[in-house]
């Protein structure tokens, strides 16, 4: 019996699947976590507000493991990566969703760097270190949550477009790599288009509720789709403003 009991324990720890998401304090990683929980996934939820962090744990405290985290601090983020060995043996799945962006209408540096800092320097560490991480355990499913503002630019929010058209390029030439290599390793691009999180300031049109926005960006995540727009209407958008020019984005947007 003890044998018997053994084996089904084992076989539940193989199964169980651990996954990492930075920027899981609020907005679309907090209820990308749940989702997650709510499908037997073991999460390492990070982000700066280590009170929220607290809060989350305490709704389940088998399922949720917390580590505060600035990913504008690059040494501490190698930090994080030398430590994983202590939390997880293994990880299946990180998503990034920390991310940072405000209007800059007088090109002011002091906005900007926040959004550079984080969006472009925090992020691309991140980017780097989990794809190493998961070269070296030969399988892996990367997750950036960019955006539809990946596809062009916008003079109200000019740094906050261009980081994520940024974020955008590193994940397809990592996605390059991971098809190139022998390895199970993925790599997924969300974009977003206004999801009702505190980021999406103001009334905007097709603002997705956040639970819609997410169950769509976990189903992505499940059919490990190298690109997903959120929620799907959003990939019309995307078709129009590829192929429209700078001028008419510029009278619309
Ligand atoms: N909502 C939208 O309409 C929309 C549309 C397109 C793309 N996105 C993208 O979706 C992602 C999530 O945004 P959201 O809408 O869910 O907004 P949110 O609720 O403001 O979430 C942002 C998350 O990023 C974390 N974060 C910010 N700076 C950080 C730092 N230096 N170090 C670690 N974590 C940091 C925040 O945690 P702490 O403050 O605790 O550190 C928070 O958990 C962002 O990358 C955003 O660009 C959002």
């Known amino acids: ?73 690059i040494k501490s983020s190698n930090l994080f990566f030398d430590e ?49 991480y998961f070269n070296k355990q030969g399988y892996g499913h990367l997750v950036g949550i960019t955006s539809i503002a990946s596809i062009r630019g916008n003079r109200h929010v000019p740094a906050y477009f261009a980081s994520k058209a940024f974020q955008s390029s590193y994940l397809e030439s990592l996605w390059m790599k991971a098809q190139r290599s022998k390895k199970d390793i993925f790599v997924t691009n969300i974009l977003p288009g206004y999801v009702d999180t505190v980021m999406a300031k103001g009334s905007t049109f097709w603002k997705a509720p956040l639970d819609k926005a997410c169950k769509q960006i976990f189903r992505a995540i499940q059919k490990k789709k190298k690109k997903a727009y959120i929620t799907r209407r959003w990939r019309l958008v995307a078709i129009f403003l590829k192929i429209v020019p700078a001028s008419v984005v510029n009278k619309y947007f």
């Not at 651990?18 to 939820?45: C, M, P, R």
């Not at 900007?112 to 270190?129: C, E």
Request: charged share 20%.
């Open 84 to 132: 994983l060995p202590s939390i997880f043996d293994k990880v299946d799945l990180i998503i990034l969703s920390s991310g940072v962006g405000d209007a800059n209408y007088k090109l002011d540096w002091e906005v900007d760097l926040p959004t550079l800092n984080t969006n472009v320097m925090g992020t691309t560490k991140l980017m780097q270190l989990a794809y190493s």
């Open 1 to 73: 019996m003890k044998f018997i009991s053994c084996i089904f324990t084992a076989n539940i720890l193989e199964m169980s699947k651990n996954a990492i998401i930075f920027g899981a304090t609020s907005g679309i990683g907090k209820e990308l976590a749940k989702i997650l929980v709510a499908n037997d996934y073991q999460v390492l939820i990070t982000g700066r507000r280590l009170e929220k962090l607290k809060e989350i744990k305490a709704t389940n405290p088998s399922s949720y493991s917390i580590k505060q985290h600035d990913i504008t601090n």
